[in-house]
């Protein structure tokens, strides 16, 4: 374990790369995109990744176990109903899929590479520590969830 596994909260990354995003947008080359169609995808983006983020946390609530990202291993049950039988990180996806809607409303491609770098941080800083307390709480559970279930989509 790193110093920096499950140490930074998940929404602070994202306020980070939203700013990135912005400072990209205002520094590198846009693209221009329709207005109509800029707005449509923004909005599918926007529904998809609020429908991912809400079903996450709801599920999380019904199932009575921990949403804190910072302490994994307080986990009380593993969720793999609902939004979970999707993606194994509901919450984080909707993140991202915010940033991308927030990406294109700036019509900024680079911006793009900012939300793989998300993803990518997420993945190792705090999903891999998770999966780690997941399987160490769960055992066999969670890893025949793994095999079924994908990690971000």
Excluded: H
Excluded at 30 to 42: A, F, G, H, N, Y
């Amino acid at each position: 374990m790193t110093r920096l596994e499950t140490k930074i909260p998940p929404v602070f990354v994202f306020i980070i790369a939203a700013l990135l995003i912005w400072i990209a947008s205002k520094y590198l080359p846009s693209i221009e995109i329709p207005d109509m169609i800029r707005w449509i995808i923004v909005l599918i983006f926007l529904l998809f990744g609020a429908v991912m983020g809400v079903s996450g946390v709801y599920s999380f609530f019904k199932n009575e176990t921990t949403v804190n990202p910072l302490e994994p291993q307080k986990a009380t049950s593993l969720v793999g109903s609902g939004v979970y039988k999707i993606s194994r990180n509901p919450m984080y996806l909707a993140l991202a899929l915010v940033l991308i809607a927030f990406a294109v409303y700036l019509e900024s491609l680079w911006s793009l590479l900012i939300v793989l770098l998300f993803m990518t941080y997420m993945t190792r800083f705090q999903i891999f520590p998770e999966e780690r307390a997941m399987i160490q709480l769960f055992g066999e559970q969670y890893t025949d969830y793994m095999n079924r279930v994908r990690r971000w989509i």
